[in-house]
Each structure stands twice: as C-alpha cells, then as structure tokens.
C-alpha cells in the first residue's frame, strides 16, 4: 500500500527576509499571550500603587504611601527607644569612671565602633592605624594627650577647627619662608634625626642643635620630646606623623605642616562623642 504524498504548503512568513534568511509568521502560543498582558498590568498596578516615577526632588508616592526610607527610619528609633536609657547616661557619664565589662561600657564600645566606623576611618584607617598626616590612634604618640578625658575634648572640638571657638590650636611656622637658611635647615635636620637614632645624607647635626636650641626647643622642648599643652610632637620616639625620610622632615621643617581635624561637635552628639572615646581609648594606644 503506498503512502499518499504529504502536501507541502509554504509556510507564512513576515515577508522580512536577511541574507536569505526569513522570518516565519506564527502565533505565540495562547498562554503566552495571557502572562504578557498580565505583566503589563501588573506593571501599571506597580506604578500606581509603590513610588515610582522620579521627579526632581523625590518621586511619586504612590497611592500605597509605601517607603522605604520611611522603614529604615522606623528600625533606627525602635533601636534608639530601646537604648534611649543606656544613651542618656553615656551622654553625661564620666568617662574617667566608666566601669570596663559594665553594660554602660560595653554600649559605649559598641556604639563607639559604629560611629568610628562611619565618621573617622576615613582619615585614621579602619584599624585607627592611621597614615601619612593622619594619626594613628593605637600607638602612645599623642599630640595633645591619650587619656580619655583628653581624647574626647579633641574629638568635640577639633584641632585647628573653624568651625569651634574652643578648638585647639598650634602652629609650626614655615621656616623655609625666610625664616632659616637652606644650610641651616640642612643641619637642623640632621639634628632631629639623630634624636631618633637616625642619620642623615646632608647637614651637620652639632651645627644644627644649636639652631634647634634657638628656633625649635620652646616648643619641642629641649631634648626634643614635645609639648602636649601646645600640640608639639615628641621628635626623639622614632614616630613620624609626616614620614621619617630626609626629604620628608626638610619638607616639614621648611613648609610647616597644618593639619585640620573637624570639631565633632557639630555633626555628633554627646553620647556619640563618648563612646567613640571611650572605643579609641580602647584600641590599646590610649593612656
């Protein structure tokens, strides 16, 4: 029995045609169809009910009122209602008598990372390490004291801040502007350096105590180990805030470094400013 011969019929096609190729003309399949109109829908629902649309200072609210903003602000004061007491006394407490291992402490640690974390490791490092020009706060070098009485003061209002009229302020003069001579500079170096057991390539350091003794030592004091009244540091530890080569030191010296920490005192309040205090007096470098 031979088979009837199947009909070829030529297959619908867009009429579109690229290199040869067609495109063929068939229909989605029916549920397809459904699901795509359904999506489209639910997008125009979306839009209406959520934010959606930005404009320029928001966007649209959407009928729903949803936030999320509004969320995220609803968790910090439930967090803030919850450590509203803990708070209030870390705001007032003395820190000189803040008991390690209590539940005040153990709050002002935890609080004080955060806020480390968020405003100060920019400038001193995730680890308080510090870096060029930026103190490190887990060593026993300290500029204007590492009690944490003295800590504190330092955070609530700066050094060299403009923003604080009780900011602390020093000021190391350039002595390059007219001030020293370049061989001067050269001997004053040499002279710094060996109080750090370090030599130098350049300059005479019996010449330069001398020139210390003249232009330095009411500040440094005069075996070189620094003033914290005044923010002098210690130049006989072998700890450099500005870097311990040659070229760094004559660059000090002849330029005058002028660091600038902001007075916290504007953006944080007192409990924050405690416990971060009390969290960097912690790392190990404070006194």
Known sequence: MSKKPVEKKE????????????????????????????????GIGYVIWYPAWPLINGATPGLGGYSTRAEVAEDIQKFK????????????????????GSDLSNYAIQSGRATFANFCS????????????????IDNDWLWGGDIENIALTIRH????????DTRWSEMPAFGDDFLEEEEIANVVAYVM?????????????????????????????????????????????????????EQITAIVSEGPFGVMPAWSVKLSDSQINAVAAYVHGLGGGE
């Open 122 to 137: 920019q400038c001193h490092g995730s680890g308080a390490d510090g870096s060029i020009g930026y103190p490190s706060l």
């Open 158 to 165: 700066g050094i060299r801040s403009e923003d604080d009229d």
């Open 194 to 246: 060996s109080l750090s057991d370090m030599s130098a390539a350049n300059g005479d350091a019996a010449a330069g105590a001398e020139v210390y003794a003249d232009n330095c030592s009411s500040c440094h004091a005069d075996n070189g180990t620094g003033d914290r009244e005044q923010g002098a540091p210690n130049l006989a530890d072998a700890l450099w805030l500005f870097g311990d080569s040659e």
């Open 81 to 100: 209602d919850m450590n509203a007491e803990l708070d209030a006394q870390l705001a007032s407490v003395d820190l000189t008598a803040l008991e390690p």
């Open 11 to 42: 297959p619908d096609t867009t009429g579109h045609e690229w290199d040869g190729i067609q495109e063929f003309n068939n229909p989605l399949p029916r549920w397809w169809v459904w699901v795509f109109y359904a999506t489209i829908v639910w």
